[in-house]
């Protein structure tokens, strides 16, 4: 072979060799272009599967919500121990702003633990009650038909001025008005009888004696006094209510802002410590809901001021 003809058959082969490359670059370039467009195409199987899949343990989940727990009944109090539910959650009732008398009975919250229409079982003892003074702060009593109330039913005064009905196995009874506090070791629903009403029901000798006692609106012709403490002034002053048919449940002044309801303490007087209302204008409201304004009465300590109202008998 020439000189001429090996160059020739060089240049062939290299022809040869670029077309080959430029085929198989070209067929790479096709493969990957079709390779891209598949991968563009949804996979159906995938996204059913996704559609239909089921959460995973730990992922959150709605639950229905879960039916109310039922409360056990709360037991009532016994009549011969009207003791309050400890912690219970009943609203207080509201007197009305009308000064007319309510017929309606008497709540559970504005009467307290002695309540109307009940009769309470309990002991009678006795006791040399003097001039009749107690712990209710009236001072010397006219009639000897009283009584001292154990600490728990005398509830912090409420018990003041309460006349009560008590009766003996024997069928006596005598009515005595609460003007006093007997301490323990006076139990819930025991009173302590001065030695004259306690005659009326047994001999005194016998010294303690089962009774059944009940509330009682006695008829009576007086009217309520009202009563400003000793130290009373326009800066600090404490009110009593005296004679009142049946027991209060709130004592109220009017003030600028309005009714101010005062805080009633055991000596049987209602406190403003601050003064605001002393001398004006006094609500008081019975355990039956019925309220009676009582205007004109002085600043004026230790006169007892008649007044010309009283509350209805029930």
Known sequence: MTMHETRQAARRHKRRRRLMTGGAAALAATGLLVC???????????????????PVAGSQKTLPPAPPSKKPPKASPSASSPTATAGSAKPKARASATSSPRTTPATTSLAGRIRPNVTYQGVATLYDAGTGDGACSYGPSDDLMIAAMNTTDYQTSKACGAHVLVRAANGASVTVRITNECPSPCAPGQLDLSEQ???KLATPST??????WSLLSPSTSDTISIRYKTGSSPYWCAIQAIGHRNPLARLEVRTG???????????????????GG??????ITDIYGEQLTVNG????????????VQFARH
């Open 297 to 308: 009465i002085a600043l004026r300590a230790e006169a007892v001021q008649p007044t010309r």
């Open 278 to 283: 002393c001398g004006g204008t006094i609500r």
């Open 207 to 212: 010294g303690r004696i089962a009774i059944t």
């Open 36 to 54: 891209v467009v598949m991968a563009l195409q949804p996979d159906r199987k995938a996204e059913t599967k996704r559609t239909t899949a089921t």
């Open 257 to 275: 802002s309005g009714w101010r309801q005062l805080t009633r303490t055991d000596y049987n007087y209602f406190l403003a410590a601050d003064g």
């Open 197 to 199: 009403a306690f005659a």
